[in-house]
């Protein structure tokens, strides 16, 4: 279940008034895509669907069941969308033709003007505790930053060394997690859909 709502109050930029917060951690909704794909590009750039993640994943949907939203209460029509997860089943074929099922986490956007606010850190709480109550912990994997990714959800790169993947990765970065991940050599690109 996803964490409590917490108020915070920050610093705005010079001439405005302080930015209050209470992003609620919602399930993400499909009448939001169009957000999401904007608070995307803001996050990462228009230029983020050449990236080795989007190659990945492909054109299979995300795992509805494991990604949230966060809102800013007190707005009009829904909220103000400040933060988006989506997970995605995704699979790694092994030299020897054997599928391993895994879930990749992520993208993680949150809004520039509100990174530093624990939004990032509420949002993968609630898509890996999501997935837990669905069963679908035993592996997962992402591309993010083993410091951050390491400290605070034990993610590593010890079982990513021998994963091809259909674009360069930077292999510190190819992390990954749980009892099932495979410790093999194989071909890392999109699975059939996960129910959650």
Do not use: N
């Amino acid at each position: 279940m996803p964490s409590p709502t917490v108020r915070l109050q920050r610093a705005a930029p010079a001439g405005r008034d302080p930015i209050t917060t209470t992003p609620a951690i919602l399930p993400l909704t499909p009448d939001r895509t169009a957000e999401v794909e904007h608070l995307l590009d803001r996050a990462f750039g228009p230029d983020r669907r050449t990236r080795t993640a989007y190659k990945v994943r492909g054109d299979v949907a995300p795992v509805a069941g494991l990604s949230f939203m966060a809102v800013d209460e007190g707005a009009v029509d829904g909220g103000v969308l400040v933060g988006s997860i989506q997970c995605w089943p995704v699979a790694l074929v092994d030299d020897h033709g054997t599928a391993h099922p895994l879930v990749m986490v992520g993208p993680i956007a949150v809004a520039p003007e509100r990174q530093q606010d624990g939004i990032g850190r509420r949002l993968t709480t609630a898509a890996l505790d999501a997935a837990a109550a669905h069963g679908l912990d035993a592996a997962l994997m992402l591309i993010g930053d083993p410091e951050y990714y390491g400290r605070f959800f034990d993610f590593t790169a010890d079982r990513t060394a021998g994963w091809r993947l259909p674009g360069p990765v930077e292999r510190r970065r190819l992390l990954a997690r749980g009892p099932a991940v495979p410790d093999a050599a194989g071909v890392l690109g999109p699975a059939l859909r996960l129910a959650a």
